[in-house]
């Protein structure tokens, strides 16, 4: 496509999108106060919420890393798009029409995000209706064996790819598709002839963002002379990682943000049982086992609620003990309660509701085991405990697990339980726990230790580069109006009113790095009223403080009611003229008091002045 995308459009689309509906799709978003919202930042990892978003300004802000930017730069990190392909994506978002202007830059070679999700798209769609075609009855047949019928396909997006080499090939190249394109997205493989489709013959999970587009697919196997793995997935992709994305969280996101739960299960049909029963908060890995990126993925929709929960299933088989202990292993970067249900006869989600129905399901996570238990179990059934040397080896393995434990009101019960598990005096276990707590790198039960991590795209924060943001200004009663003034000017401009800022970015500003601020919002008054208001005035800044403006346009500002914020935004700012004008009369009187004779001619004129300045500080609060 040739041409840049018009100006005019690029701002028309940045005014129509909510912020805070896009960001929504990411991270699950608190009211925070007036025209404010906060959540767990998606760019690094957080344990209280420090991300802000503004949806009146458009902008959002990461007190904690200091991210920050607008829809346009919010998708491009999040989904490692291009300036173009943000835009793009958020006009067919509110299905807005962009105009190309002829003869602009063109894009740089490479793969195009937007048209591998239309490919994926246009995949999905083929599957779904192949299943309804006499082939796709070998698909139909294995859903149905499962318990689910063509509605729940159809809910599910559940298709069905056709045993050949190039049925899905030759769909897409007819609808303009290049054999690049095809390959990038992952939806075909090469060999010596050329591409060929990589799903034959399997039925085909579409694998979702959570804002519904569709990244790539996991598809199972129906017939025996197919020599492939049971389980294929699409390979990583400019838009597919699996280690980000978790099967169903597109359809459970809302319940687990409203519930504050998570399931995780292991195989795709256990997503589907999972949400037919009733428990619409389940999602699961796509062929990878669950890991970090995973649990900040689940941690942005929850946020970080402490009285939340998130529910593993496992299988009972020695694989499945494993993939609990390296789900334990990660526990501590949870804040939710953590924990593992097993069903009965050792059957997945899906078999269970095949063979005793919807309550089943429901009731496999009302019996869940707090995940800490299953871990001190699985700890101990490894030594003999029924000799001195086997009980001394399980509690060195268990004591670190106890001590791990974040809410420190379990470990006494746990403690207790792990002495009855061994058959140990309850001092001796106590003891071990509490050598545990000490000495932290010396725990050898729960896994390896873990540095904070990078919860999304990007670099971590440069240590070695200072930051100047509001935790840099010195902490003082003057800083703190300075501070307010600016945030109200920012972002209360039109409450403020143009005459009394033209007077405040005149006022005395002592912190050196809000009085950069204060020039900058001098500067950009021309831009007074308009949309681009704050970006003009965060180009007038240097470099060094566009944080720092960013963060003043973002802080949720002391007043909390709404039919209050503007007579607010208008008496700070007057606070400050007032400060310079109550400076300027102690300086009047110290000076008319070393005149000391009244009827001088420059006493006079100093009794004038102050009789002026009153009538100015009258006039302000007057105003």
Partial sequence: MAGRIRASDIEEVKRRTNLADLVG??????????????????????????????????????????????????????????????????????HYVLTYEEGGERRQDGPNRARLLAANQAAGAYCVAQLASDEGAAGREFLSQRGFDPAACERFGVGYAPRGWNHLTDHLRQQGFTPQELTQAGLVSEGQRGIYDRFRGRVVWPIRDTSGQTLGFGARKLYDDDNGPKYLNTPESPVYHKSQVLYGLDLAKKAISRGKRAIVVEGYTDVMACHLAGEEAAVAT??????????????????????????????PDEAGQKAALRAFSEEKRFTAQTYVAVAPGGLDPCDLRLHRGDDAVRELFTRKTPLFEFALRQAVSRFDLNSVEGRVNGLRAAAPIIAEIKDPSLRPGYTRELARMLGSELAEVQQAVRAAERNPRGRGGSGPQHDPVQAGPGPAPDPARPRIGLSSLRNSPTTWL?????????????????????????????????????????????????PAWLDTVIGSAPESHRGLVRELAIAPVPQRKPELIAAYARDVVISLLDRDLLALKQELLARHQRIGDSADPGARRIQQQLVALEAARRGLREE
Avoid at 36 to 42: D, E
Avoid at 51 to 68: M, N, T, W
Avoid at 76 to 83: E, G, I, K, N
Avoid at 297 to 314: K, N, P, Q, S, W
């Fill in 25 to 94: 799709d990411y991270v699950t978003l608190k009211n925070a106060g007036i025209d404010s919202m906060k959540g767990l930042c998606p760019f690094h990892d957080e344990r209280s919420p420090s991300f802000h978003v503004r949806p009146a300004l458009g902008y959002y802000h990461c007190f904690g890393c200091g991210e920050s930017g607008d829809a346009f730069t919010f998708l491009q990190r999040m989904d490692h798009l291009s300036f173009s392909e943000s835009v793009e994506r958020l006009a067919a978002r509110i």
């Fill in 286 to 315: 796509c062929g990878t086992a669950f890991g970090k990126d995973h649990i900040a993925v689940l941690r942005r929709i929850m946020g970080d609620d402490a009285a939340g929960e998130v529910v593993f299933t496992f299988d």
């Fill in 482 to 530: 300075e501070r307010d003034a600016l945030m109200a000017m920012l972002q209360q401009s039109e409450a403020v009113g143009a005459e009394l800022l033209q007077q405040a970015v005149t006022a005395q500003v002592s912190e050196p790095n809000l009085r950069v601020v204060r020039d900058a919002v001098a500067e950009a008054l021309p831009a007074l009223g308009t």
